[in-house]
């Protein structure tokens, strides 16, 4: 089976602090991405990668970073978390055109 | 891109087949349509999908109408453990990789 790791189920931050989520894959899938889900607005796409060290912009990049260093580990930064950026953050990873698997998402408020 | 329209909510009784419908009228011709559903406090988890055909796995059903504008997922016997968001989608190819367009899904509540 697929797997997707995230480092935390739940993450309590402090406005200005800055925030790693990191998100692991263990399919060698190429793609991988970073969406984010708030009540009402259902999830959307931060950043994916499609290769090492490839990054593109999703729907709502700002005040998001990501690396892809290894083919295996995708990171979230928020470089200087706001209270605004409180959500639940899903990663998700797939090889070519096939189905996303999701990991169990990461609960962040932001203090 | 083609975008998707689905109820808010609905409700199943225990037992009854769960019959959730979609529309996605722009879709184009080499566009999929994903289902995937999400617990609570959990991530989404893949359903089934489809391009022209009715496909069937473990879990579900899929009917595309023949003009593709809409589809419906079919639980044949609802469970209590699927009470879940329901997100329909279609699959968009980016210049780089594929995204998965998410719209806010149905909620599906099963009754005992």
């Known amino acids: 089976d697929v797997k997707v790791t995230q480092s935390s189920r739940y993450l309590v931050k402090r406005t200005g602090e800055k925030v790693f989520l990191e998100c692991v894959q263990d399919?060698?899938?190429?793609?991988m991405f970073w969406y984010r889900q708030d009540p009402g607005l259902g999830l959307r796409l931060i950043y994916f990668?499609?290769?090492?060290?490839?990054?593109e912009k999703g729907d709502i990049p700002e005040g998001y970073s990501v690396s892809r260093e290894k083919k295996e580990r995708f990171s979230l930064i928020l470089e200087s978390a706001s209270t605004n950026q409180t959500s639940m953050y899903l990663c998700?990873?797939?090889?070519?055109?096939?189905?996303?698997?999701f990991g169990p998402g990461t609960r962040l408020t932001v203090l | 891109d083609a975008k998707t329209t689905q109820p808010t909510s609905m409700d199943c009784a225990e037992g009854r087949a769960a019959n959730l419908p979609c529309n996605h009228s722009?879709?184009?011709?080499?566009?999929?349509v994903y289902w995937y559903r999400q617990i609570h406090s959990q991530g989404p988890q893949y359903i089934i999908h489809?391009?022209?055909n009715n496909e069937t796995n473990e879990m579900a059903s899929l009917i595309i109408t023949e003009d593709r504008k809409s589809s419906t997922l079919i639980l044949p016997h609802a469970t209590l453990r699927d009470t879940a968001v329901y997100y329909c989608?279609?699959?968009?190819?980016?210049?780089?990789?594929?995204?998965?367009?998410f719209g806010t899904g149905t909620s599906l509540t099963v009754i005992p």
């Open positions: 722009t879709i184009s011709g080499n566009e999929y």
């Open positions: 989608i279609v699959r968009v190819w980016a210049r780089a990789g594929n995204q998965f367009y």
């Open positions: 399919m060698d899938h190429e793609n």
């Open positions: 998700a990873s797939t090889v070519a055109a096939d189905t996303q698997y």
């Open positions: 990668s499609y290769d090492v060290k490839m990054k």
């Open positions: 489809g391009l022209k």
